[in-house]
């Protein structure tokens, strides 16, 4: 070892799979930004595991050089959860969709918030099932029309920011993969602040639901600064409406969890019994 400080730059952080995403795909973007936050942070690829479920947004972690885990279809998150308490020297980044999410995934979602172990939730929010074709999702508008439901679901939408809210998370915020440099800024933030830390990212599905490549023209960057205040983070999560990018709340709960211990050496029985 030559002992020279390693120099971290995005590419490193991005294997040689080729993403399958539709061209124009609102998912490239989130892996432009994920590569670009932890080229900030400087950690080192091999310190970081990407976690996810099933869905066009779940495949990210193969095309990340990080440790992943390409996991069950909504279990992501106890993944995650076991893995950052089983090594809390690793970063934990789980990611994926609303729908493997809010929908399948809604129980552990809440729970994850409740616990609140340091890793980083980050869902790319298309409101739609995109990898199965175009089924409405939790996050589906009410009245939007499809081949699949026709004159749109009559349900009203899960709200994933008060849910979160409610349920605990310490960290709170929303970005747009059309602006990866903000996002990178809000995923840096959401590691950086111990506890669960949950990121939503508007995401757009072009093939499923085209008319979303327009939240580019109607987001606001840059709106929210962050609160320690749920009160205020609950007023503004209820009155926004879901456009408005930045940090809602950052909170101050302890997480959970084992403090880092040394690493644990095999006792000599243990190795007699697995030795070949
Ligand atoms: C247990 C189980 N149920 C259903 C499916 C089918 N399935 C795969 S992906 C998916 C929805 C994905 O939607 P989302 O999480 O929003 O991801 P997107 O493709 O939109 O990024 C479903 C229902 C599955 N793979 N496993
Ligand atoms: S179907 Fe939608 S979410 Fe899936 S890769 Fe294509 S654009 Fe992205
Ligand atoms: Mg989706």
Known sequence: MSGEAVV?????YKSAVKPVWCP??????????????????????????????????SRIPAYTSCYGFHGVHGRALPTGTG??????????????GDGDGYSIGGNHFLHAC?????????????????????????????????KLAPHGT?????????????SGA?????????DPNGLADLIVSAVETPGFSFVEVLSPCVTFRPEQKDWKKIVTPGSFTATDD????????????????????????????????????????????FSL
């Open 170 to 178: 310490n960290f709170i915020a929303r970005g747009f993969t059309g």
């Open 230 to 273: 749920a009160a205020e983070a609950a007023r503004r999560i209820f009155t926004d409406d879901g456009l408005h990018l930045g940090v809602l709340y950052a909170g101050t709960r302890p997480p959970y969890g084992p403090p880092i211990a040394p690493a644990a050496t095999v006792p000599d029985w243990l190795e007699e019994v």
């Open 83 to 96: 893995l950052k308490i089983a090594r809390p020297d690793l970063t934990v980044i789980v990611t994926g």
């Open 154 to 166: 009559g349900l009203s939408e899960f709200h994933p920011m008060a849910i979160a809210l409610a």
């Open 114 to 146: 409740r616990r609140n172990v340091d890793l980083t939730y980050i869902v790319m929010d298309n409101r739609v099932y995109g990898m199965t074709k175009g089924q409405p999702s939790p996050t589906t508008e009410t009245h939007w029309s499809s």
């Open 24 to 57: 124009g795909c609102g998912d490239f973007g989130v892996l432009n930004a994920l590569a670009k936050a932890l080229a900030r942070m400087a950690v080192a690829p091999e310190d970081v595991a990407v976690v996810s479920g099933i869905g066009c947004s």
């Open 8 to 12: 971290h730059v995005p590419g490193h």
